[in-house]
């Protein structure tokens, strides 16, 4: 009992929290796409920025989230949207917008891209220096222990603070885009234009509109991503290292350009990381005794260790891109 409750603290929570950021940042990743045709690099140093404006603003008000009982980054993360949207809504007029205008190909979008990326590193690691910050600012995150009523059950099922919020904010954030695509008339304008561009903007659809509303949902989105994970673990102005190759590989997985399997391909790379470094010794430990005599368990069974955890997501994005390039959702194109 206590190897499975292992099990589900390492394997089930931690993938169910790298998979719900890994959706998040990979839904505004596959939205750019499915609208403007290009890849956008910038995307997790838009995450990484919407965690740093909560940073900053939590620092200046660090007490306003004490009145309410919840932690005050959460409070800041509403206007930390709007800044991190304004910023993806700036950076499309500053550098996308005129190279659409010129009619470049996508190949050159996703080198301006990578530009920006460089440029919004910079900037972040300016202000925020190199090293790693809490979110908490004058208050203390809260973990959960919750005992199993088995017998031989004595450790716990152990949730953070964080991560209860993440659950939940996922979950609204998944049914609010659902809703938006399905039901509103901008969400529906977006899918026509997503489908056929010219036949959109022919039909009288304000095809500038669409693309400020996308962006304005990718910078939210982005921002949302970030902050929950600094909640979890810590703001590092490196994080968008950690970030960028995980989600455009949960883009790719799910489909490239459909929303929904940006969704799954989140959780797919969240808990093929999760499994990939997981010490299965410790599941396979109470039959030791039922193993040959010359048949010795190593301490360490995980099939990459952890600090190798980065290239498992290039192993699933290569091996998607083998065996069924259109993704699980088949995605429009690659």
């Known amino acids: 009992m ?70 005050t980054a959460l409070i800041m993360l509403p206007l930390a949207m709007v800044l991190t949207a304004l910023l993806a809504v700036g950076i499309d007029k500053a550098f996308y917008k005129p190279l659409r205008a010129f009619g470049v190909k996508p190949i050159v979008m996703v080198i301006g891209s990578l530009g920006v ?32 009523p088995f017998e031989g059950a004595r450790a716990p099922i152990v949730v953070t603070e964080p991560q209860l919020y993440l659950f939940v904010i996922t979950i609204a954030c998944v049914v609010a885009l659902a809703l938006f695509l399905n039901r509103s008339r901008l969400g529906k304008a977006m899918r026509a234009m997503s489908d056929n561009p010219e036949l959109a903007q022919a039909s ?39 970030l960028l190759l995980p989600i455009f590989a949960a883009a790719i997985v799910g489909g490239v350009g459909h929303p929904y399997g940006a969704i799954a391909g989140g959780f797919v ?26 048949l010795e368990l190593p301490s360490n069974l995980a099939f990459v260790g952890t600090e190798y955890k980065i290239v498992v997501p290039f192993f699933i994005l290569v091996a998607i891109l083998v065996w069924r390039p259109t993704g699980l959702f088949k995605g429009k194109v690659i």
């Open 204 to 242: 009288g659809i304000n095809t500038n509109t669409i693309v400020a509303v996308t962006w304005v949902i990718a910078g939210g989105l982005a921002a949302i991503a970030g902050t929950l994970l600094s909640l979890d673990v810590t703001f590092k102005p490196d994080l968008s290292f950690f």
């Open 117 to 148: 990326t460089l440029m919004l590193q910079g900037l972040i690691r300016l202000f925020a220096g190199t090293g790693g910050q809490s979110l908490y600012v004058g208050d203390r995150k809260e973990i959960f222990r919750l005992g199993l």
């Open 2 to 71: 206590n190897e499975l409750v292992f099990f589900i603290n390492n394997v089930v929570i931690a993938g169910s929290v790298t998979g719900s950021i890994y959706a998040i940042g990979a839904i505004g990743v596959t939205l750019i796409f499915s609208i403007m045709r290009f890849a956008h690099f910038a995307h997790a140093d838009m995450m990484t920025f919407g965690a740093f404006m909560v940073l900053l603003l939590t620092t200046a008000f660090p007490a306003a989230g004490t009145a309410i009982g919840v932690p």
């Open 269 to 294: 790379v969240g808990f093929a990381e999760t499994l990939a470094v997981f010490n299965w010794n410790v599941l396979l430990r109470p039959f030791q005794e039922s193993f040959p005599a010359w």
